[in-house]
């Protein structure tokens, strides 16, 4: 079946701007999850959303980053007022849900904020 | 506090050749773990979890971890190294309560040599 599937897969923007990066999940997982990866660094929390809600979302590093789930399914990760050090790889996964459930990722977004 | 080390940046390998990629960990309670393999340009690939019972877990392409709680470590073995083998790998940590977000390493990169 059909994994997770992260649009777009590259995204060049500049200081300042407005940006959106979209998270398709596995049909059926409850569970989705943002993360961002630096260069050379594991993946790092962002957000968690069981359903529509955002369970989690402690990692968001300040107040310019907003995530939504609306329908429980596609989530957007929404960044305000891009910086250079957002520069980075997005990652989504979902699993069904439960903790010890696998999370399965996607491809990422590689964000370059110019 | 949860955290994952990967005391080794790069293993190198020769092909044909056992393998081991170290993990260790820190968490709370008992663990749930995880490696993941990234290849370039793509998304983290689920290899193997640890959530209970026998203390080696067989994973995909033959891969295998052994979970050992006197050393809070998870590493990872293969008795016999592909070149196609060669990527990033990371072992990530989850607490069995709390935060159901994933604690990765920094990774390491093995190479396999022909």
């Known amino acids: 079946g059909a994994g997770v599937s992260q649009t777009p897969s590259n995204k060049v923007t500049e200081k300042g701007k407005y940006v959106e990066l979209r998270c398709d999940p596995i049909?059926?997982?409850?569970?989705l999850y943002w993360y961002r990866q630096s260069l050379g660094q594991g993946p790092e929390f962002l957000i968690y959303?069981?359903?529509?809600?955002?369970?989690?979302d402690s990692g968001l590093p300040n107040d310019r980053f907003f995530a939504v789930r609306p329908e429980g399914s596609v989530s957007t990760l929404k960044i305000q007022r891009t910086e250079r050090g957002d520069s980075a790889v997005y990652l989504c996964a979902s699993a069904l849900g439960g903790s010890q459930e696998t999370q399965y990722f996607g491809p990422g977004t590689r964000l370059l904020v110019l | 506090a949860q955290s994952v080390a990967q005391p080794e940046d790069q293993v190198n390998v020769a092909e044909g050749n056992p393998l081991t990629v170290k993990c260790t960990y820190s968490?709370?309670?008992?663990?749930?773990l995880f490696w993941y393999v990234q290849y370039p340009n793509r998304g983290l690939q689920f290899l193997l979890k640890y959530i209970t019972g026998d203390n080696l877990v067989k994973g995909s392409y033959g891969f295998e971890a052994e979970f050992n709680k006197s050393q809070t470590s998870f590493h990872l073995k293969k008795p016999s190294a592909l070149v196609s083998d060669s990527a990033l790998y990371f072992c990530a940590v989850r607490a069995r309560t709390g935060a159901n977000n994933l604690f990765f390493g920094t990774g390491t990169r093995l190479t396999v040599i022909p």
């Open positions: 049909s059926g997982h409850t569970a």
């Open positions: 968490v709370s309670g008992n663990p749930y």
């Open positions: 959303f069981q359903g529509t809600g955002a369970a989690d």
